[in-house]
Nanobody, 124 residues
């Protein structure tokens, strides 16, 4: 049974940091790229970042470039999203998703498996 489980969300003040985790099971994680997306109320799902299966390539949306860092630990079947300098506009439900081998950019339709999401709220 394929599963992606996000964790690490919560409430943080503007300028603060959070690290999200995406733990995978039920498939050969090593052969899959993993992306992070977010969706705020009333908005479309936005592609933020992606890391290829070997971690040889990464992608960042302009909205998070320089603030967010994606990484993976294949031994732990886990991908991380380190989020720094958080802003109120980063408030959303954050999802991880996977597709085979390589990242394809920010289109959610290109990803096969999805987690249930974790809430991130940036507020003072």
């Amino acid at each position: 049974q394929v599963q992606l489980v996000e964790s690490g969300g919560g409430l943080v003040q503007p300028g603060g940091s959070l690290r999200l985790s995406c733990a995978a099971s039920g498939f050969t994680f090593y052969y899959y790229a993993v992306g992070w997306f977010r969706q705020a109320p009333g908005k479309e799902r936005e592609g933020l970042s992606c890391i290829s299966y070997t971690a040889g390539s990464t992608y960042y949306a302009d909205s998070v470039k320089g603030r967010f860092t994606i990484s993976r630990d294949n031994a732990k079947n886990t991908v991380y999203l380190q989020m720094n300098s958080l802003k109120p506009e980063d408030t959303a439900v954050y999802y991880c998703a996977s597709r085979s081998y390589y990242c394809s950019g920010p289109n959610p339709n290109d990803y096969d498996y999805w987690g249930q999401g974790t809430q991130v709220t940036v507020s003072s």
